[in-house]
Nanobody, 124 residues
Framework: QVQLVESGGGLVQPGGSLRLACEASGFTSDYYAIGWFRRAPGGEREGVLC????????VLAYSAKGRFTISRDKAKNTVYLQMNSLKPEDTAIYYC?????????????????WGQGTQVTVAS
């Protein structure tokens, strides 16, 4: 079955860190660009970070720059989102998505496969 499954979300205090994982099955994830998106309560879905097929990191949200990084583990067919210095405004459901090709885009319509999401809550 072709799917993406996110994990690693949870409750963390401001200033803390989390690492989200996006495990792919049914296809080889490093053939594609993979993006992380999020939707805050009452908000629109926005891109966070993306990694191209050639492993180039693309920042989709200015708020993530310098705090979040994206990486791949080819052996595990998994893409990670490392989030540091978390803020309450990072609270959202985080989704990973497979792009239709090898390049990244902030346009969510260019992603054809989505995971179910994982909740991240930043609060004291």
């Amino acid at each position: 079955q072709v799917q993406l499954v996110e994990s690693g979300g949870g409750l963390v205090q401001p200033g803390g860190s989390l690492r989200l994982a996006c495990e792919a099955s049914g296809f080889t994830s490093d053939y594609y660009a993979i993006g992380w998106f999020r939707r805050a309560p009452g908000g629109e879905r926005e891109g966070v970070l993306c990694i191209t097929q050639s492993n180039y990191q693309t920042v989709l949200a200015y708020s993530a720059k310098g705090r979040f990084t994206i990486s791949r583990d080819k052996a595990k067919n998994t893409v990670y989102l490392q989030m540091n210095s978390l803020k309450p405004e990072d609270t959202a459901i985080y989704y990973c998505a497979r792009a239709v090709g090898i390049e990244c885009s902030s346009d969510s319509s260019t992603y054809s496969l989505w995971g179910q999401g994982t909740q991240v809550t930043v609060a004291s």
